[in-house]
């Protein structure tokens, strides 16, 4: 199961995004795969540290950087 990303449309130019927080640890990688083959190439995510490391997303950042 992927995290489902919800385009918002009516834009003038571009596409814009959300999705829920990915999913952590060993899936990190397969999720992110999965958002870039989407047509994903930004993320911004609004999680603190904490929770970054409670969800296991600790490496969601520079795994998103070397894609």
């Known amino acids: 199961?992927?995290?489902?990303?919800?385009?918002?449309?009516?834009?003038?130019?571009?596409r814009l995004g959300v999705a829920p927080r990915p999913r952590g640890g060993e899936w990190l990688d397969d999720e992110l795969r999965a958002?870039?083959?989407?047509?994903?190439?930004?993320?911004i995510s609004a999680l603190t540290p904490g929770?970054?490391?409670?969800?296991?997303?600790?490496?969601e950042g520079p795994t998103c950087r070397e894609s």
């Open 1 to 14: 199961m992927k995290t489902d990303i919800f385009w918002i449309g009516g834009l003038a130019k571009g």
């Open 35 to 43: 958002w870039q083959a989407a047509g994903v190439d930004c993320v």
């Open 51 to 59: 929770e970054e490391t409670e969800l296991e997303l600790t490496r």
